[in-house]
């Protein structure tokens, strides 16, 4: 046997198995045609029936999208997209007014419950709320009564324009402003719904908060934005997970999160993203996710942390930031992307280090098979202001093979002589011999893969909620089993 | 238990073994000695499968069923163990939990259940207080920045819960200083019983000392050129290889 063949062994193993969440519902919607001009822009704002404060918002990032172009800088290959070929708008059609979750669509209730999500009184998730979002419009959000006794607000972006337009009028754009960059200018153009979330002071929010997000329509894009107030003292925990149906043509995620923490305020935000990665071979049909997500500690003492499982999509790119601007504010990224197949991630973070004494720390694991590429990029950025800020940084590549490839570019950038930054970078390979070792001992090699996976990202997977942290493991397992097992 | 004949094996395309024939039945201590690129190490890697190694010619039967057929993993689950001699180092795998994995994939064979963290646990404790190993070593990573000394004793750890019915120790004191070698020896000879059998692949007549082989074969240039008791390792120890291959 020689190294050629034994290799192919190894591809064999990490085979995706085929993606589950492929299916398509059957759902009337009311979807615009394809194409994006300020009618476009007014027919949203109109169909949601939003204030005029929201259209202006629309108008102007529209405006300013107009003059923007594409960012080229990533390590990112893939065609021009065509930005007039995508409907801005797909709803699923609905009754006027949901008196219970019972009046959820049947369809898109059990859409959800294929995908794990019940939505049903009887079978919620225990101790999680969750915001369901189809198609970028929320179709329900369970727990509001509770979560209401204790005064959080858990709703969809649309229900905070018409019962707490002052909250989004403070806060929609005041983290990621609607020109910060194309994808963003998009978003806040055209986005139709997401979740908000707003604890207030004083209060740990009493169960884990989740949106999942489910792309069902050919053709659209998906332009979803989600806002979470943290008041002063406060905590809370929130999860985002999606999935998409499989189809042939590339589909456009572009979404943005902002957090905003007060004073000693809390915010721990994981994602684990499992859209369609498109055709192993070809790539065809996955999506392309162009993702802005900014978190601002703007009080002292406040902390964010971003945690996120990259395993989906067709091109990842998405920077989860913190802006350090409190006394003693903390921001936290820890990060696994897995790229398999032909998949493309650029991905990272930015700590903007601009309070007193602020520390930030990044731990990034990229997992690199078949002919995928994964880079991590990431900026520290040390403001005068920023007296004994402290960055820490690890940065650790797994190849899987050798035609896949990981790339790692830090940025540092301040002129701040109080500043302590450290950054660690490490490359690693599954070999042969370890495979064998484990074979050896009885242990198959699909197993003795998903160890060594999950040992490489045990740092990060013990940073999400206690729930998520095995559906992550067995996703990840799931995402390099050989088929055949 | 094991039958080899007329075994025929190489790497990368050259044959390395030319007619191996080896017998070994239970509760045997077999010595495969010989000098340093004679084929030692490539009969061991063909007896457990490893992919690199090619099969030429020839036949190896385990318990009355053609071992070459089978992969890997389960010639371990059917109770062959290869105690390395440069175990692998698996950065970021519990060495605890990699212990854990084999047992259970052994119990999964046999029908039995598999055991939880804790149970294993107890087990896992009694076992290296026999080879006086330190508790650290359960948390650390697979043989990751273990001493050389260390990781062999992993491998007799490996032995003493796996349980293996034929063990095959490839050059398991080199590297190891004579305290060190003491203890690996005294823990291998406590797990030897009359229903298991143990191939020694060494270069030194030394390890024969505490380990007390039945018969010791002489492997040159991929053949086996003499056999004998252990008196064949005294008169090696004595007189070296170059008489003995002087007098094949």
Known sequence: MNNQTKQTDVH????????????????????????LSEDVVRAISQKRNEPDFMLEFRLKAYQQWLKMTPPAWPHLKYPPIDFQDISYYSAPKKKEK?????????????????????LSEQKRLANVAVDAVFDSVSVATTFKKKLAE???????????????????????????????????????????????????????????????????????????RTLIICDKNSQVSYLEGCT???????????????????????????????????????????????????????????????????TGSAITWKYPSCILKGDYSVGEFYSVALTNGIQQADTGTKMIHIGKNTRSSVISKGISADRSS?????????????????????????????????????????????????HEASTSKISEEQLFYFQQRGISKEDAISTIINGFCKDVFQQLPMEFAVEATRLLTLKLENSVG | MLEIKDLRAGYEGVEILKGISLSVKKGEVHSIMGPNGSGKSTLSKIIVGHPLYEVMGGSVQYEGQDLLELEPEDRAQNGIFLAYQYPVEIPGVNNAEFLRMAYNAKLKKEGKEE????????????????????????????????????????????????????????????????????????????????DKAMIVIT???????????????VLSAGKIITSGDKNLAHELEAKGYDYLLAKA
């Open chain 1, 12 to 35: 064999d193993v990490l085979k995706d198995r085929e993606y589950k969440y492929g299916f398509v519902t059957e759902v009337e919607t009311d979807t615009l045609p394809k194409g």
């Open chain 1, 244 to 310: 998409a149906p499989t189809f042939d043509t590339n589909q456009l995620h572009a979404a943005i999160v902002e957090l905003v923490a007060h004073e000693h305020a809390d915010i721990k935000y994981s994602t684990v993203q499992n859209w369609y990665a498109g055709d192993p071979e070809t790539g065809k049909g996955g999506i392309y996710n162009f993702v802005t997500k900014r978190g601002k500690c703007e009080g002292d003492h406040s902390k964010i942390s971003w945690t996120q499982i990259e």
């Open chain 1, 374 to 422: 994964n880079a991590y990029r990431g900026l520290v950025k040390v403001l005068k202001s920023a007296k004994n800020a402290r960055n820490y940084t690890q940065c650790d590549s797994m190849l899987v093979g050798d035609k896949c490839s990981a790339h790692t570019f830090p940025y540092i950038e301040g002129a701040n002589h109080t500043a302590q930054l450290e």
């Open chain 1, 98 to 118: 949901l008196e219970s979750m019972d009046d959820v669509a049947p369809e898109i209730r059990e859409t959800f419950e294929k995908l794990g999500i019940p």
């Open chain 2, 203 to 217: 270069h030194f007549p030394r390890l024969l000392e505490y380990i007390q082989p039945d018969y010791v074969h």
């Open chain 1, 150 to 224: 204790v005064g959080v607000i858990f709703c969809s972006i649309s229900d905070a324009l018409h019962d707490h337009p002052e909250l989004i009028k403070k806060y929609l754009g005041s983290v990621v402003p609607v020109g910060d960059n194309f994808y963003a200018a998009l978003n806040s153009a055209v986005f139709t719904d997401g979740s908000f979330v707003y604890i207030p002071p004083n209060t740990k929010c009493p169960m884990e908060l989740s949106t999942y997000f489910r792309i069902n329509t050919e053709g659209s894009g998906q332009f979803e």
């Open chain 2, 115 to 194: 055991v939880d963290p804790l149970d294993f646990e107890e087990i896992l404790s009694e076992k290296m207080k026999i080879l006086s190993m330190d508790k650290k070593y359960r948390e650390r990573s697979v043989n990751d920045g273990f001493s050389g000394g260390e990781k062999k004793k992993n491998e007799i750890l490996q032995m003493a819960i796996l349980q293996p019915k034929l063990t095959i120790l490839d050059e398991i004191d080199s590297g190891l200083d004579i305290d060190a070698l003491k203890v690996v020896a005294n823990g291998i000879n406590k797990l030897k019983t009359p």
